[in-house]
């Protein structure tokens, strides 16, 4: 009996002849899909590395702009984490030596950086294992299991913002990162000194503009050792050296962006998706930095504070109108009565005045 459909002699058929254009049809068809395979082996790769860790995840009751309705803004939460060195109970748990909020408004195309000082004083309801700082808020929070959340609902209750993601970095391992970029070319705006951790100085890092390696970049992002003014000095080093950063990625290809990322990813938690950071990447990529604009919290050094020391206290009298300026484009001001920060305050070594800059004035040579 015969196989219905069988054919024993198939290779007596004609062979059937395709076109050159077919050929190249069927042959860019091939190269898209495995351009498609490698891309969405790259995005899956990258979603299962990026995690919360232990940062967790900002919860029902942060302030998001879901709640006040802003959907034309978002508020994204940028800390550097360092070593609790201070506190051995907390082995494992950083403080954050960095602090940033950013405000960025999709629809002007502009970004508003807000710098908290790390020794912020915020107060004696506030969990902070005794010191009264705000960089110890995210590990001695009430939520160990999603320590951001600590620290977002501080910045939702004292300076009446949203808190809508967040990034945080491994300050351990951010000369790494800078090393993986290969240096970053940076305007450094004065002499900045380091130490050792005797507290003798080593040298310094000279004014001018050059090519910082990853120690050098830990050294003008962290330092605060050898200013007058301390944190605020830190500060607007900082500042110079986030221009380099987006000076530097207008310029980098994807391809590169690639390349390097696997080389620093797993030093970052955050609760954004892959296309979220993308999108967010690419926009920055296309903003004017005329459009990016900084401001340090007002105030100053405070005297002893309730048996604390070496705390910064925020004028909320000149900080409202800041945060009303560039902070709160599409909501209703906020006057500085109705801010949650301590009030009462001393200061014992003068004030520094408030300031918004634009990256776009920042003294940095052209190229």
Not at 93 to 100: K, Q
């Amino acid at each position: 009996m015969k196989e219905c459909g069988r054919l024993d002699n198939y290779s007596k058929l004609p062979k059937k002849k395709w076109s050159t254009g077919k050929k190249t049809a069927v042959i860019l068809v091939s190269i898209l899909l495995v351009l498609a395979l490698i891309a969405g082996g790259v995005y899956l790769y990258f979603e299962l590395s990026l995690n919360e860790g232990e940062a967790g995840k900002l919860t029902p009751e942060v302030e998001t702009t879901e709640t006040n309705k802003a959907k034309d803004v978002e508020y994204i939460l940028v800390c550097g984490i360092d070593d609790d060195e201070e506190d051995s109970s907390r082995s494992g748990v950083g403080r954050t030596d960095l602090i940033m909020l950013v405000c960025y408004d999709r629809k002007a195309g502009s970004m508003s950086i807000l710098q908290i000082p790390r020794d912020t004083y915020v107060g004696e309801e506030v969990p902070t294992g005794g010191t009264g700082k705000i960089n110890a808020v995210y590990s001695h929070g009430a939520d160990t299991q999603n320590r951001i959340s600590n620290l977002a609902k501080v910045i939702n209750s004292q300076f009446k913002l949203p808190v809508d993601h967040y990034v945080t970095i491994d300050m351990q391992h951010f000369r790494e990162i800078i090393n993986v970029l290969g240096g970053i070319q940076m305007y450094v705006p004065w002499d900045v000194p380091y130490f050792d951790e005797n507290g003798n100085q080593l040298g310094v890092i000279p004014e001018g503009d050059q090519l910082i390696n990853g120690s050098q970049a830990e050294i003008i992002v962290r330092s605060r050792k050898g200013y007058a003014q301390g944190d605020i000095k830190r500060l607007q080093a900082q500042q110079y050296f986030f221009a380099a950063v987006f000076r530097t990625m207008k310029t980098f290809p994807m391809s590169d962006i690639i390349k390097v990322a696997p080389g620093f990813i797993n030093y970052f938690n955050t609760d954004y998706k892959v296309s979220e950071l993308i999108s967010l990447a690419s926009a920055l990529q296309k903003m004017d930095s005329a459009n990016i604009g900084f401001t340090r919290c007002p105030g100053g050094g405070l005297g002893k504070t309730n048996g604390h020391s070496g705390m910064y206290g925020v004028n909320a009298e000149a900080l409202a109108p800041l945060l009303n300026d560039h902070f709160r484009p599409y909501s209703d001001p906020v006057p500085a009565a109705e801010l949650g920060l301590p009030t009462g305050l001393v200061y014992a070594y003068g004030e520094i005045p408030g300031e918004y800059q634009s990256m776009g004035d920042l003294n940095i040579p052209t190229e």
